[in-house]
């Protein structure tokens, strides 16, 4: 049996899984549980498949190794993706997206804040949504993103293709990085960015390498780069280091990042969950590999979406600095829609 018809096999039955395409590569894996319980991962000791949503405060889901079988097999896809089908932008949300925007630049101002990362989500009406066929779209469109297809019957349908890495951790050694900053790919890699980009990213990069040099014996950086991810493209410094702590003790000094929460850490979490809302559920979380032959390859839940009765809830966010422009960061947020819209058209 392929991949695919576990996937579907899954489904019908109703019990949990995960099939996913780590970055620049042709292997799909998946792991299929045997029963329909919801496990949950009480510090990140356990070994399995992690789904963690964005407020650790929350449960972290967990596919155990000893309660799955697992899967991989080489896939080679060419599907036709229709760019041009796309689903209307929802306007209604501008005036209360670029509302929360200003007062994000307000809190800024008066100092509370150095930076904060604010979301929205819009639904989409979806109709004859083929799960199969949708991830097969994604693998096409993102081969340099994690990405995903993930179910569980009591929590939900989630997919994605995230372009960030929260954490690689290999016998003692460690990858990650820090990405921050947006614009739309036209046609080439190398592009200018704005002081407020720059400025974003290197908040982040600070932020990353303090954190970790207080648990960690070496941290280095590399060089600020271009990455492109679908239409997009990032800043993207690459952090790595040698560790001598406990996994968990490294993911909670990384999660969640100013990439997706802000700066202060504390005050732009407390800022999100009161003015955002809605609740991120898991985006802006993290999922992927956990402490499998004693390796960790996690990744933060960005580019994704939750399907339920007939509709999919696409989240997309931005990241707030003094020099953010509202409207400019409104815009933003609807070519990162148009990310994932464009594997639902039909």
């Known amino acids: 049996m392929d991949i695919f018809s576990r996937i579907e096999k899954s489904l019908n039955n109703k019990l949990p899984f995960v099939v996913y395409r780590t970055p620049n590569t042709d292997v799909l894996k998946g792991w ?12 990140y000791s356990e070994s399995g498949f992690v789904f963690a949503p964005f407020d650790d405060k929350n449960d972290a889901i967990l596919l155990p190794e000893n309660q799955a079988s697992f899967h991989k097999e080489i896939i080679d896809l060419d599907i036709f993706i229709d760019e041009n089908n796309q689903f209307s932008s929802d306007n209604s949300s501008e005036e209360k997206h670029i509302k929360l925007v200003k007062k994000g630049i307000d ?7 150095k930076k904060v990362v604010l979301s929205r989500k819009e639904s989409v009406k979806i109709n004859n949504f083929n799960a199969i066929d949708t991830l097969k779209k994604l693998l096409v469109k993102y081969p340099n993103a994690f990405t995903y297809l993930w179910f569980h019957p009591k929590v939900g349908l989630w997919l994605g293709a995230t372009p960030e890495t929260l954490v690689k951790i290999n016998n003692g050694t460690f990858k990650t990085m820090a990405l921050a900053g947006t614009q739309v790919y036209q046609g080439s890699e190398n ?16 932020y990353i390498t303090n954190r970790l040099s207080s648990v960690c014996n070496q941290v280095e950086k590399g060089k600020i780069a271009t990455i492109k991810a679908g239409n997009l493209l990032h800043l993207r410094t690459l952090i790595s280091g040698e560790t001598t702590t406990k ?17 202060p850490l504390e005050a732009s979490k407390e800022f999100i969950l009161n003015n955002e809302n809605y609740d991120r559920g898991f985006y802006t979380g993290f999922l992927g590999e956990l402490n499998i032959n004693q390796k960790s390859e996690l990744f933060v839940n960005l580019r994704c979406m939750n399907i339920e009765n007939n509709t999919a809830t696409i989240f997309v966010g931005g990241g707030i600095t003094k020099d953010s422009n509202p409207k400019k960061e409104w815009l933003e947020t609807v070519a990162k829609t148009k990310t994932m819209k464009a594997v639902l058209a039909i």
Not at 107 to 113: C, D, H, K, V, Y
Not at 251 to 261: E, G, S
């Open 32 to 43: 299929f549980q045997k029963n329909d319980t919801l496990f949950t991962s009480d510090n």
């Open 107 to 113: 809190a800024i101002a008066n100092n509370q804040l």
């Open 191 to 206: 592009v200018k960015w704005k002081h407020k980009e720059i400025e974003e990213q290197q908040f982040v990069t600070d």
């Open 247 to 263: 996994n968990t003790i490294l993911i909670q000094k990384l999660h969640p990042t100013p990439a997706v929460c802000g700066l």
